[in-house]
């Protein structure tokens, strides 16, 4: 009897401990944030960037214990966050755990995309367990961060990386609640001054943006965030996408003819 006591004893406490650790989950997301500091290189001027996968391949089990602490967090926990806190905790989950499934092919991989199959996305595959659920990248991003009413905030899709060189930089530091507003917005002029992604050419009278702007047009153009459509974004990151003060003006006053980049899918490995 006293044995069944002290192993009860034992379990209560253990479980006890889990609870505390999960209600304890830094939100500075150190860690992550060492990982990124030490493994992502920043290129064309800092608006885009590259990752280390070699280096972060050795670093793998580090980030494997961040994982671990993103996992263990309840979702009543979650629950009780802050809204900042929350979707900084999503996103750096959706790329933690992109890196994770990348390192898993690595490098014998040349995209992201080598990861799926004919019925399959790498997106789409349940790998991981988030918020007491298996999860697939495409339930935290279409499920839990793009859900109506659950942020609201378009900005995520220049935040949120996909692995690839057509992506959005991955950042060198952790998204944090108390500075995400000024990350997510500091994350868009980035994305539109990289000229190889989105550009004006005043010559023609073309507009070049990235697909993600054909693909998640709607989001920009639901009023969330201060976006009321797609020509009021461009219009508001005129002086990232344009070089001149008549080229800025005329991407203000939307005269321009719009066209989709092609998305570059190679993985952004440096090598």
């Not at 057509?166 to 108390?178: D, H, K, V």
Request: with cysteine; hydrophobic share 45%; net charge neutral.
């Amino acid at each position: 009897m006293r044995r069944l006591l002290i192993a009860l004893l034992l379990l209560i406490l253990g479980a006890a401990s889990t609870a505390a650790a999960a209600s304890a989950f830094d939100h500075r997301h150190a860690a992550w944030d060492a990982l990124l500091k030490q493994n992502v290189l920043l290129i064309t001027d800092g608006n885009a960037s590259q990752v280390r996968y070699a280096s972060m391949q050795s670093d793998r089990p580090l980030l494997r214990a961040y994982l671990a602490s993103v996992s263990a967090v309840s979702e009543a926990d979650y629950a009780s966050w802050s809204q900042a806190q929350r979707l900084a905790f999503l996103i750096n989950a959706y790329n933690a755990f992109t890196i994770e499934l990348v390192l898993g092919k690595y490098p014998d991989l040349q995209s992201i995309k080598d990861l799926g199959g004919v019925f399959r996305s790498p997106w789409k595959k349940t790998f991981f367990s988030l918020l007491g659920a298996q999860r697939s990248l495409d339930d935290v991003e279409h499920g839990l961060i793009r859900a109506p009413g659950a942020f609201d905030d378009p900005r995520i899709h220049v935040a949120l990386v996909c692995a690839s060189i057509g992506c959005p930089m991955l950042r060198n530091e952790a998204f944090s609640a108390e500075r995400l507003d000024a990350q997510l917005d500091d994350a868009m002029r980035r994305f539109f001054a990289d000229r190889s992604r989105n550009r004006f050419d005043a010559a023609s009278g073309r507009l070049q943006v990235s697909k993600i702007f054909d693909w998640y047009g709607d989001d920009f153009a639901q009023g969330h965030a201060g976006f009321a459509t797609l020509a009021a974004t461009f219009a508001r990151y005129a002086e990232q996408l344009a070089d001149t003060p008549t080229a800025r003006a005329r991407v203000r006053g939307g005269d321009y003819r719009l066209e989709f980049l092609e998305y570059d899918w190679r993985l952004n490995d440096v090598r």
